[in-house]
């Protein structure tokens, strides 16, 4: 597990690219057969991804965390940006589909993520943040309905629709993990979809002195790019 020490802002002003890059980007994630994680002071919030292919990977606590499995003091939420795949919590198995997601609570003592078919394995993107209870591991679909307890799907309510075409920044934001639809301890998680034309994702600009937040970037053409700007408003 990397471990990455918060960064003050009045340091950050002088970083040039490359240190930013170093600093900030998390880079090397789905990488087959491994799990890749990032642990950040910052919230001691933990990223990073599962990518099973020859055969199933099993969450482990590492020494990092100093603690008997993973989710011992820890809420642990997930979407899938690959093929169909499994996750395995405590022996009971979750069918994980193409931006399905999970979330999984505190206390869960086996993880194990596992691929439908290698030719197509599942991508597991992960967050988790420290937990002060136990609450339900939950399946979270996109679309469809539920036909198990354990199964959510997003609500309409859930899938706001913000921006316009004009401002370059029409999106919808599918939330996963919030309250009222899949209660957290602290982690909230979701997955903006960009409207064709359409390429800014977090319009107008703003900061969050609450918490931090993760991105993740995907399903990107390879004649694409992200730019990503960071500071205070009159000194990006």
């Known amino acids: 597990m990397e471990v990455r020490t918060a960064a003050s802002p009045k340091d950050v002003k002088w970083y040039d ?8 980007l998390i880079q090397g994630l789905f990488a087959p057969d491994e799990i890749k994680l990032v642990y950040s002071h910052v919230d ?6 599962a990518t099973p292919v020859a055969g199933p990977l099993t969450l482990t606590a590492g020494a990092e965390l100093r603690a008997d499995y993973f989710c011992q003091r820890r809420e642990l939420g997930i979407i899938n940006i690959g093929g169909a795949g499994t996750i395995t919590v405590d022996g009971k198995v979750y069918n994980v589909g193409h931006k399905d997601g999970m979330y999984i609570g505190r206390g869960s003592k ?4 596992a691929s439908s078919d ?5 991508k597991f993107y992960l967050n988790s943040t420290p937990a002060h209870a ?15 307890d354990y199964e959510v799907i997003v609500k309409p309510e859930n899938k706001v629709e913000l921006g316009c075409l004009e401002d370059s920044n029409h999106r919808v934001i599918n939330k996963y993990i919030l ?5 957290s301890c602290q982690l ?5 979809a960009l409207k064709p034309g359409s390429v800014w994702n977090t319009m ?16 990107i053409p390879e004649d694409a790019f992200v730019v990503h700007y960071m500071g205070e408003p009159q000194e990006t």
Do not use: W
């Open 188 to 192: 909230v998680m979701g997955m903006t």
């Open 179 to 183: 309250p009222g639809q899949v209660e």
């Open 17 to 24: 690219t490359a240190r930013l890059r170093e600093e900030f």
């Open 134 to 148: 136990p609450y339900p591991t939950k399946l979270i679909k996109l679309n469809g309905e539920a036909k198990e």
């Open 204 to 219: 107008p600009c703003h900061t969050h002195d609450r918490r931090m937040e993760v991105y993740l970037y995907f399903d």
């Open 118 to 122: 290698a030719a197509c394995p599942a």
């Open 44 to 49: 001691r919030i933990i990223t990073g991804s």
């Open 110 to 113: 086996e993880v194990v993520f």
